[in-house]
């Protein structure tokens, strides 16, 4: 799902909670930094990438096909994120983390990845350009909030850009999802059918659907929770501007 996963600063507390933590040492510091820094370079990478391949066909048809490969790297990459909260450097929920992470490296692989079919599909574009923008957003915030030196403007860009960034992702990886199962039902795609000497079966169509319907619930909360924590964190700045 395209909520940004919350832990990879000892700032993105801030985003599940009002209880403060210790900060990392210095060591997990630096190492938080240094990861921090490649992401952010990695989905630059991604940006221009999609920038340059759309100037030179002068047309966004296709373009996941010229960033595929750092798409996959980076997007993959953040499976480390689930690590750091594990471990304890990063003090944000395991379980939240790891359901966006995986959300994303599986519509990346196991959806955009296995069904070649669906690449060509707008909708595809569409939930690349909300990652990137946000991801790029999101590390950036991460960096000068691990140097304790946090520009007011990415700061609201974190909390700002993401009102029309996570629908647009989410509509794209709908669409995505939507254009990939009559391929998987065609194909039998990851699909287990009965009988087999485990007794098991599986049928991923129907299991794709039911990805589609968790949609529902679960991107509202993650949604409305974001517009409080923007209200927190930017609200008492612009309740001042309006002041002065």
């Not at 997990?28 to 992401?39: F, K, R, S």
Request: glycine share 6%; with cysteine.
């Amino acid at each position: 799902m395209s909520g940004a996963a919350p832990g990879t600063s000892k700032a993105a507390h801030s985003d599940v909670g009002p209880k403060k933590k210790k900060g990392p040492g210095a060591l997990a510091t630096a190492y938080l930094v240094i990861y921090n820094v490649v992401m952010t370079a990695g989905w630059l990478v991604i940006a221009v990438g999609l920038v340059r391949a759309y100037l030179a066909r002068g047309s966004y048809h296709g373009l996941y096909y010229s960033i595929e490969k750092p798409l996959k790297f980076f997007q993959t990459g953040a499976i480390l994120e689930i690590l750091h909260c594990a471990v304890g450097i990063v003090p944000s929920s395991v379980v939240l983390t790891g359901f966006q992470v995986m959300s994303r490296v599986f519509l990346t692989w196991a959806v955009t990845h296995s069904v070649r079919e669906v690449q060509s599909e707008d909708s595809v574009l569409l939930f690349v350009t909300a990652w990137t923008v946000t991801e790029i957003i999101r590390y950036s915030f991460y960096t000068f909030s691990l140097l304790n030196h946090l520009p007011y403007l990415i700061k609201w860009a974190r909390y700002t850009f993401f009102i029309v960034l996570y629908p647009m992702g989410v509509t794209g990886e709908l669409l995505t999802i939507y254009a990939a199962l009559p391929y998987v039902q065609k194909t039998g795609l990851y699909s287990v059918t009965l009988p087999n000497k485990y007794n098991f079966s599986f049928d991923y169509y129907t299991f794709l659907i039911l990805v589609m319907i968790s949609y529902i619930p679960l991107f509202p909360q993650l949604y409305f929770h974001m517009i409080r924590q923007r209200k927190k964190v930017l609200g008492h700045i612009e309740d001042y501007s309006k002041v002065e």
